[in-house]
Structure formats: structure tokens, C-alpha cells
């Protein structure tokens, strides 16, 4: 790992204001959300969000929220289902909480208003691919994301003791020795909240009891991607420079349907739509998932993608395509209103014409690592949701899988950090930490644009969906000259700072991606076409300057 400075820009503590939580939560999304509501009443609360309030990948998230709600389904065949998905780097134990725990939450969803779609009184169960049963609930056809954030961010909305700031940019972590008794580098530091920037720049530093991070995802690594342009895996990159221990960098998820076309942004087409009876056809119209996986269309992700991207290549064609046409055209414009509507933006009418789709980077698997109560290897410092590690994804997420973490584990992470700030003693003072001016941006303008859709471009051809190692090795090598004189510098801007962010996770991808010399889940190494349960059975994680495998 390459060592570089350890905060993105300059501050004094002696001139910069201050700001003070018991318990401060980064990130606006349905597991900073939820843990927001797990805070008691009597703590401070302040929520950080880098755009506005709704803007996150859970908003984005169309297929829904897999749990065991029929009667006739079983814990153990939505834990198998998920354990098989993982390609044996699960945790059985982790599994097992999650799924049991399902149910819950998703009441607790209907409780606070949340509308998922029902037939004849009764919540409407989706299947998806990877799942043995009905099991999603979803809301207005395929925009539960957007529904579920709407009933979260109201309740959040009427709680007097949570804060939202939008619009703020989380810089970085702000940690210290634990007493607070020595700055001596060697002494084990805890986080005492962040330095965090307005939109005109201007920096504040938030102290806190208590830090959760939610920050989401990073697929803006990459150049085609379901996820929003906040997602630069800021809380990723933050965690990185404190000397977090992160894990499992290299299994990014590439979601199979994405919909392409010139001049469109390349927006999700659900899982669902599959789960529905859609086909998945080359250009030809051949139906190909035969010739790969016995379960069709609704094999795991990892494979679909896969399947998806040797067919383009077999038939030399830019994309393959999603047909509707034997389905019920009424119920279709039903079940999938949005995804018909964007369509419909470039003369398609999803009924009748075939849906041009090809594989995009889509959900980060591996993150900061933590615990069953959503603590990180950082003392004070909490995680919840895409930003982590928690065992339950292995090396290939579960659809429908993702929203349930972020509401089980933002729960937990707000339960438990709420417990130890009520524990904690009143303490309304700053820490002397500081950061050195070190440049001026300005003695050499950089075109950050050119840099950022250069390292896009570099991720999607070296780092997707297939990959080896003298194309890894190249990426590795262009990223670190990037970093030279990109990580060196101090920025006055979001700009800058997140392309520093991309930077950093990128690095961290790259050379998990060389250590894992296997096939497993959505990590896919042509050089290393089988799995290896003999040597890979274990994790690849970093802290600090260090790597290090773990056992499963």
C-alpha cells in the first residue's frame, strides 16, 4: 500500500468551528437512516449527507426486500439460498441473524408508513434470481427503494433530537489515543467524529461520543454503473487513510441488466424483471442462459453477468437484450411503471421491443469489517450497509439481499453505539489535531475530469466483470502514477476530493483483485478460471500498510 497523506486538506482546530453530537451518523441512506431511529431520544443526533437527503443507492434500489413473510417459506431455504450465492465466504452465523431477523424489520417498515404492494389485503412476494421462493416485497411495481426512503426519511423527519445536514461532504475521520493523553503516533487512536465541508468549502469539525458510517457504495469507480454520482466510496477512502480494516475489495458485484443506450445514463433494470419470466436474448434472438446455467435467467448475478459477457463476445455484439414480448403487456406496465417509462424516453415500448442490457458495476461487497453489532476494528467507530464487510454477502450478493443488511445492521449499529454514548461522560472539547498545509492546487492545474473518466475507463477494461493479471497489473501500475501527484495535493473542492476517493479504493480493488488468484462469486480471473476451496478459503483484507488473509 502506498503511504500518503493522511487527511485530504488542511485544518487548525484553533480556527476552524466546531460542532458537537453524542452520536454522528455519515451518510443519508436507509442503514444511516435506520440507525438514526435506533438512537435514544435523549442523545444528540446528527446526520451528514453529501447531496440532498434522498440521493443514495437505496434510494435507487427497484427489486425490494427478501424475507421469509409466506407461511410456506422456511428460514433455513432463504439462508441456503443466501449461502450458496456467497460461494463459501458467508458467515454461516451472520446469515442466519440477518434472514432470522427479516420479518422484523420489514414490519417495522409497514409501520411507519411504508406502502409495498399488495393483492387482495396481502403483501404482493417477488422472486428473484438466486431465491427458491416468493420472497421480495416491493413497492410501486419497481421503485421500492424510493418508496422505503420516503416513510424512513419522514420518520427521521419528525424526530427532535436527529439533525440532518445535507449537502455537506464528509472529509475524514477525525481519531485520537483514546484518553486523549498522547498524540504519540504509536498509541491506539479511537474516532472522535469528522471534519466535514459545506458546499462553498468551508470546514467544520464535528466531535462526537459515537460515529456511524454509512456512506454507501463506490461504484463510480467504474465507467458504466447503476450507481448514483455520490457514490465514490468516500466512506471507504476515509476509513483507508484512519487505518481501518477493510475486506473482500475485490468482489464489486456487477449487476447483469443495465440498460444500454446511447445517451442514457446507465440506470438498473431490476432483477425482477426477470423474476417475472423476462428472457435474456443475443442479437439474434437466441435464448443463451441455457447454454450456461441450468436455472435460466434467474441464476445468481455473478453468473448471469458472466454468461452475459461471453455472449457478447461470441456474437461480436456491444450488448445482449431482455424480452418481454411473450408476457402480458397489461400487467407488465403494472409491475414495472418506471423501468416502461424510461424506455419509453428513447422509443422503446418495453411490451414489444427488446431491451438492450449488458453488465454494470452495481453493489461493493467488501468494506469495512464488523462485527455482529456493527463495530469496525476502530474503537467509537460503528458501520452499517454497503460500506461494510459483514460476512453476510461472501464473495456474491443475494439480490434483494442489500436493503435488509442496511436495515438489520443499522439497527444494530445504532442500538449499540446508543448504549455506549448514554454510558459516555459530557466532554465539549477539542482534541489538537491539525493537518499541515502541504501544496497549492494551483502550482500545477490538473484537468480532474480527464484523471476521473480516465480511471473509469481503466476499472471497467481491467478490473470488471473478467479480469487477469497482467491487465490487473497494468491498472495497478497507472493507478499508483496517478496517485503520485494527485494524493500528494490538497484540493479546495468536492471535486478533488472525490477523485482522491476514487483513487484510493480503486488501489485497494486492484490489488485484492491480484492476491485472489481463484474464480469465485463475482470475482472471475480468466488466468484462474476454478474456484480454489484448498488455499482461498479466507478473506483478503487490509489494515493500515498491511495485508492479510484471513481464514473463513
Not at 240 to 248: E, N, P, T, Y
Request: charged share 25%; aromatic share 6%.
Amino acid at each position: 500500500m502506498l503511504k500518503n497523506p493522511r487527511y485530504l486538506t488542511p485544518f487548525d482546530p484553533k480556527i476552524l468551528p466546531h460542532r458537537f453530537s453524542d452520536v454522528l451518523i455519515i451518510g443519508g441512506g436507509l442503514a444511516g437512516m435506520r440507525a438514526a431511529l435506533a438512537i435514544d431520544p435523549s442523545l444528540r443526533v446528527v446526520i451528514v449527507t453529501k447531496d440532498e437527503i434522498k440521493e443514495s443507492n437505496s434510494n435507487y434500489a427497484q427489486g425490494g426486500i427478501a424475507g421469509v413473510l409466506d407461511p410456506d417459506d422456511r428460514f433455513e431455504w432463504h439462508i441456503n439460498d443466501t449461502l450458496i450465492a456467497g460461494a463459501k465466504l458467508c458467515h454461516p452465523s451472520i446469515v442466519e441473524m440477518v434472514v432470522e431477523q427479516a420479518p422484523s424489520r420489514i414490519r417495522e417498515l409497514i409501520e411507519i408508513g411504508t406502502q409495498f404492494d399488495l393483492l387482495d389485503g396481502d403483501l404482493t412476494l417477488g422472486k428473484e434470481g438466486g431465491h427458491s421462493f416468493n420472497r421480495i416485497v416491493h413497492a410501486m411495481g419497481d421503485s421500492t427503494g424510493r418508496e422505503v426512503m420516503r416513510a424512513v426519511i419522514q420518520h427521521v423527519k419528525s424526530q427532535d433530537n436527529i439533525t440532518v445536514l445535507k449537502n455537506h461532504f464528509t472529509l475524514d475521520l477525525l481519531c485520537y489515543p483514546e484518553n486523549g493523553s498522547d498524540k504519540a503516533s504509536d498509541e491506539p487512536k479511537s474516532c472522535h467524529g469528522a471534519i466535514i465541508a459545506n458546499e462553498t468549502g468551508r470546514k467544520t469539525m464535528v466531535w462526537a461520543k459515537q460515529t456511524i458510517l454509512c456512506t454507501g457504495g463506490a461504484g463510480q469507480c467504474f465507467r458504466d454503473s447503476t450507481n448514483p454520482k455520490v457514490a465514490t466510496g468516500d466512506g471507504h477512502a476515509m476509513a483507508i487513510r484512519a487505518g481501518v480494516k477493510v475486506r473482500d475489495m475485490e468482489f464489486m458485484q456487477f449487476h447483469p441488466t443495465v440498460l444500454y443506450i446511447a445517451g442514457s445514463s446507465r440506470s438498473l433494470i431490476t432483477e425482477a424483471i426477470r423474476g417475472e419470466g423476462a428472457y435474456l436474448v443475443d442479437k439474434t434472438g437466441h435464448r443463451f442462459m441455457g447454454d450456461f446455467d441450468e436455472r435460466l435467467e434467474l441464476a445468481p448475478r455473478d453468473i448471469v453477468s458472466k454468461s452475459i459477457v461471453r455472449q457478447m463476445e461470441k456474437t461480436q455484439h456491444s450488448c445482449v437484450y431482455l424480452d418481454l414480448s411473450h408476457l402480458s403487456s397489461e400487467y407488465i406496465m403494472h409491475r414495472f411503471p418506471g423501468i416502461a417509462k424510461s424506455c419509453k424516453k428513447f422509443g422503446l415500448d418495453i411490451t414489444v421491443d427488446r431491451i438492450p442490457v449488458r453488465p454494470g458495476a452495481h453493489y461493493m461487497i467488501g468494506g469495512l469489517v464488523v462485527d455482529e453489532r456493527g463495530a469496525t476494528s476502530l474503537p467509537r467507530l460503528w458501520a452499517a450497509g454497503e460500506v461494510t464487510s459483514s460476512g453476510l454477502h461472501g464473495a456474491n450478493r443475494l439480490a434483494s439481499n442489500s436493503l435488509l443488511e442496511g436495515l438489520v445492521y443499522g439497527a444494530a449499529a445504532g442500538e449499540n453505539a446508543s448504549a455506549a454514548a448514554i454510558e459516555e461522560t459530557e466532554f465539549f472539547a477539542a482534541f489538537p489535531l491539525s493537518s499541515p498545509k502541504l501544496s497549492d492546487p494551483d502550482d500545477l492545474p490538473l484537468d480532474l475530469s480527464d484523471i476521473r473518466n480516465s480511471l473509469k475507463s481503466l476499472m471497467w477494461r481491467n478490473v470488471g466483470v473478467q479480469r487477469k493479471k497482467s491487465e490487473l497489473n497494468e491498472a495497478l501500475q497507472t493507478v499508483e502514477n496517478w496517485q503520485k501527484y494527485v494524493l500528494s495535493r490538497q484540493f479546495p473542492d468536492i471535486e478533488g476530493w472525490e477523485l482522491q476517493n476514487l483513487l484510493t479504493v480503486s488501489h485497494v480493488i486492484i490489488s485484492a483483485a491480484i492476491n485472489r488468484s481463484e474464480s469465485r462469486g463475482v470475482h472471475l480471473r480468466l488466468d484462474f478460471p476454478e474456484s480454489d476451496d484448498e488455499n482461498w478459503l479466507k478473506h483478503v483484507c487490509f489494515e493500515g500498510r498491511e495485508t492479510i488473509f484471513e481464514p473463513i
